[in-house]
């Protein structure tokens, strides 16, 4: 088991897109796949069931009492699961803000979950939400679309994820790779992509994602690119990062458990 | 400054050119440009309180806000409704629906046999070629379909025939091609792998009605 955050505190990067492929990417690897939607636009629960807003969800886990089972969904992706969202959860940060031990109710929920990976979709920003997503991640995967602005900013998420670390003791949460998303072969892309791969030295993945409008028709057509159209650009870049991030972050045949660090 | 002078300062007196669009301003208009000193802003003010009686009373917040709820819930009731709004905010550029295709392109209400009519059809036809992703409203499948992917047998066994066709109808390529997969109603493949949600829908039906049967 090993649970990878989809995280960056801009909006519009790829974050959803990224989450849903890599889970159908992983999930044509043979691996089991849970993906967590933790973002209160839904778009991920949208992109894999065609549902909007459905109750009960994840909100119900993290702010009321409900099981994790009890809301995990099979998806129109095989061996892809999901713990939907729902927008109630754009409340929860301020409704979870006063709680002891908020950080931590999702790494509870999904104690003892037993999938190769876990996939979770974070909203754009760096509250509450985010940071039960990272607390309950082994591994913190950025997409950074290739755009002029695309770096402003970076170093706030890369702060809270220090911060988060020291404070929560998670010794074992790392930046497992940047990912650019967005690419097109332009001077532009180009010379960012080049800043990158300076800042983020050895981090940056070899998949660049492509600006694709199969990526999109997938999400209107309630399924990830893999089934929509498997050898667009879009598609042979994701298939592309599933290998490699399968390389990267390795499935740990054992139950989810996140509390080792928890009590380090 | 003199009542003339004041009236090119005032809405009311910008307000004529509008007004003499209609017959029945048209007469006040003129009436308004015989009048002479304290009398010629008399049938303007007239008019005004006229167009007061007929406006009707503005929407409280809340009546507003009940009022958009409602339309909203209508929209994620209906699909096809929310698709035809869609396509109407979209504007002319995208056409709302295939019926809207279908409809006479001339005044006359031919259905356009004629050369113009004829480049009109190319017109569109190029049109939706080259723009086949068109954005739309998402509503989202209905939640009555409950969680994972939905079960058309008991959907049949619940809404009858004309249930299960309406609610196949919401479902878009992803989800049909998941029933398809986990009720092993296309063995070898083939229509999985195209994307055509109509044939898969047929597949589906079909698929339903032997098993009733």
Known sequence: MAAICIANNKGGVGKTTTAVNLAAGLARLNYRVLVVDVDGQANATYALTGRVHPVPSLYDVLVGDRKLESVIWQTNEENVWLVPGDGRLQNADVELAARPGREWRLAKALHGQNYDYIII???????????????ASHRVLIPIS????????????????????????????????VVATFYENTTTANDTWGILEKKYEGRVLETRIPKNLDLEKAHRENESILSFAPT??????????????????????RPYDRRRSQTA | ?????????????????EQAKSPKNAKNAKGAKKATGSMDAAPVAANDQEREQHRPASLSPETLARTLRAVAAELERDPELA???????????????????????????????TDEGDKDDERVATRQKRSTFRPRLITGASPDLGPGIPDPFTLQAKRGEEGLR??????????????????HLDPEGKLTR????????????EAVARNHD
């Open chain 2, 1 to 17: 400054m003199s009542q003339r002078n004041r009236a090119h300062t005032t809405g009311a007196a910008r307000k004529q050119p």
């Open chain 2, 83 to 113: 698709r035809r709004i869609s396509g109407a905010i979209a504007g002319p550029e995208a056409p709302p629906s295939d019926t809207a295709l279908r409809q006479p392109t001339s005044e006359h209400g031919d259905t356009g046999n």
């Open chain 2, 166 to 183: 309406a609610a196949l109808e919401e479902l878009r390529l992803g989800t049909l091609r998941a029933i398809v997969r986990e009720h």
């Open chain 1, 232 to 253: 667009s650009s879009g598609g042979q870049a994701y298939t592309q990062l599933a290998r490699e991030v399968k390389r990267l972050v390795p499935a740990q045949p």
């Open chain 1, 146 to 177: 290739l755009t002029e602005f695309s770096l402003i900013g970076m170093d706030k998420l890369e702060a809270t994820i220090e911060d988060l670390r020291d404070q929560l003791d998670l010794y074992d949460l790392e930046i497992a790779g």
């Open chain 2, 194 to 205: 195209q994307n055509d949600a109509a044939r898969l829908r047929v597949l589906i039906l």
């Open chain 1, 121 to 135: 979709d974070t909203p754009p920003s760096l509250g509450v939400l985010t940071q039960n997503a990272l607390a």
